[in-house]
Every structure is written in C-alpha cells, then in structure tokens.
C-alpha cells in the first residue's frame, strides 16, 4: 500500500493512535502477549507511514492490562521504520512525569526521527503514576500547571533558571540534548472542561480534543474559549491548532461497520468501566444510539467516515484528526484493513474538502 499522499498536501492532518489496551478478542477469548501488541503497534505505525497519513501516537498508561508505559521509547522504535510520519505520545501524563526528562527524551525522539516528534499531554484518566513516581493527588491540577509552564520554557531555551514548588531548582542548567525542530510541538488533551482549554490557549500549546461520543457541537466552546485565549494572550492565529481524536471503524457499508465493530467496542467499554469500578455492559440498542449520523463515534461506510469527519470540520475548523481503531482485543488484521480503508478512501476526500 505504498502511496504518495500528495506530498506537501494542505489539507486536514489525518493519523491515528493506539492507547495499546490488551484486552482479550471477544470472538476468541485470547489475549496476544505484551511483546506481540508492541509489535502489531511498530506494524501499524509503518503502514500508516507508506500510505501517506500524517501523525502516529501512543499512550502512556502504567497498568498490567496496557502495553505501552514509555511513550518516547516506542516512537524511537517506529521512527527507524518509518520515514514521514509525525510522532506523538497521545497523551503524556504530565502531572507524574519530570519535564526535564520529558523535554530530553522527545527531544532525541527528535534527533532519531528526524524532526517528527510532538507531544500530546493530558492529565490522565487513570492515577496509578501518582503513587508509582511519589506524587500526591491532592495537587493534581498544581503539578500540571506548573509541569506544563516548566516545559515549555526548556523547549524555548538551551538553559534554564527556575524555582518551583515541586521539584528541584534550576540553575543555568543545560537542557540537552536540542532538537532538530525550533520547538517540539505541544498539545494539550482535553476531555471536557473549559479551564483545561482556556489554559492551552493562554500558553500557545495545540488543543487535542477527545471526543468519543455524543454530539460533537457541545465541544464548540471549548474550542471557542481556546481561540479566545490564544487571541487575548496574543499568539498568532497561525500557532492556534486544534485536533480532534476519536474512536473509528470502517467497512463497506454502514451496517456492517456497526455489526463487526459493536463486540470490540462493547468488550473495550466494559474492561474499562470495569477498572474504574462500574460493572454495567453496552448493549447492542445502546451502541445503535451512539453511533448515529449526528453522534462523534465514527463507525460506518468510508462515505459515513466522511460525512462525520467534514462535519466537525464545520463546528471546529480544525487541522487534524486522529483515529483510534485498535480497541477491545480487535485483531491486527482488521486494524491494517481499517487503515488501508482510512488511506485511500477516507483521506484523499477530506483533504480535498479541508484545503484552503
């Protein structure tokens, strides 16, 4: 599936991303091992890379029943695959994780990729990194704040003075080693609360929307406030990214995209519910409703696909898309077809419609 996705395109980013669940095949009952997900992941990322689409990312969580810990270690791994492709963490748990060392591994992801490596950083949906790295929860929203400000002034200088409340001084330290871009670009992931979107734009970072479900239009405020903080803090309208991710399945027609995707986002729900405590499962009528032409979760025909994409498209005016497909034990081979699908007859559409 080598393609030249129009090299140089000005249309809408498209990639994808793998959270790296490992969860059993709801058709088999196994589950592949840790090593074989790494794997079906670095496969991914190459396919995604030869058939032209934009970013590949992974996830950070530290559980047993995920696969990918160590983000910037995985994309080293994929950037010597690869050739084009943009690299992400999606999404970095910036509360737990010492900027310094973040700054210094995404900047050699860097120098290894040959200037490929962004940084989508989130809050975390789980909190097993606060006790595994000594970090108390009461300072959840502190420990980001300042983490995120910290970042972003190692990204802007090769040294650095500063004094915080959470770790260590700095004394005209050298931040090495410094990447091949100008900056690493960053992203902020927000899964719904209007502070988190505000601050993105006062810092000048992109917003990474999750949108996983419902009508997409009651995320329009959120991008609205983060244009409008961008704006008042003074950055240029060009520096104002918003992506948009969300979970996406694609066959030949609409029905049968739903028939096959429903017991891989059915099992996903219910290990995840079931990790936070709730033991209720999704039943076939409540994934009908979820998946409508007017709700965020992309399941249907490549035409569907479209359709769901060009709409936030008009809400949002964004300038990128990941997909999410590898979910609920789903096996490698439906996810290479899902991306061929994205490819060729997804993308060529939505970059032409999206060109400005």
């Known amino acids: 599936m080598e393609v030249d996705a129009t090299a140089g395109h000005s249309g809408m980013e498209i990639g994808i991303y793998s959270l790296a669940d490992l969860g059993p095949d709801p058709q088999t009952g196994k589950t592949i091992s840790t090593r074989r997900r790494l794997e079906d992941i670095i496969e991914a990322a190459k396919m995604a890379d030869q058939a032209g689409l934009d970013v590949f990312g992974v996830g950070e969580h530290h559980r047993l029943d995920y696969a990918v810990s160590a983000p910037p270690i995985v994309l080293s791994a994929i950037s010597q695959v690869t050739n084009r492709i943009k690299l992400t963490s999606a999404t970095t748990v910036l509360n737990t994780v010492d900027p310094v060392r973040l700054f210094e591994d995404f900047a050699t992801l860097d120098l290894l990729s040959n200037g490929r490596a962004e940084i989508i950083a989130g809050r975390g949906a789980f909190t097993e990194s606060f006790p595994l790295f000594g970090y108390d929860l009461e300072n959840y929203d502190a420990l980001f704040e300042e983490n995120i400000e910290l970042f972003l002034k190692l990204n802007a200088h090769e040294k650095v003075s500063w004094n915080g409340r959470f770790r260590s001084a700095l004394h005209d330290a050298e931040i ?86 429903y017991p891989y986002h059915s099992n996903y729900w219910g290990y995840l519910n079931h990790q936070v405590g709730i033991s209720t499962k999704m039943s076939r009528a409540d994934f009908e409703l979820i998946s409508g032409a007017e709700t965020a979760l992309f399941v249907g025909s490549s035409q569907q696909i479209i359709e769901k994409i060009l709409r936030q498209y008009e809400l949002f005016g964004h300038q990128r898309f990941i997909a999410q497909m590898d979910i609920g034990g789903m096996p490698f081979k439906k996810v290479a077809e899902n991306i061929e699908r994205l490819a060729t007859e997804v993308v060529p559409v939505v970059r032409r419609e999206t060109r400005i």
């Open 176 to 261: 090495a080693p410094r990447p091949i871009q100008k900056n690493i670009p960053l992203w902020v992931g927000v899964g719904g609360t209007s502070e988190s979107a505000a601050r993105a734009g006062r810092l000048g970072a992109g917003l990474a929307l999750a949108i996983l479900g419902g009508d997409p239009i009651r995320f329009k405020p959120l991008v609205d406030q983060y244009r409008q903080a961008a704006n008042e803090a003074g950055h240029p309208r060009e520096d104002m990214k918003v992506g948009v991710t969300g979970h996406v399945y694609i066959s030949e027609t609409t029905q049968r995209a739903r028939d096959e995707f």
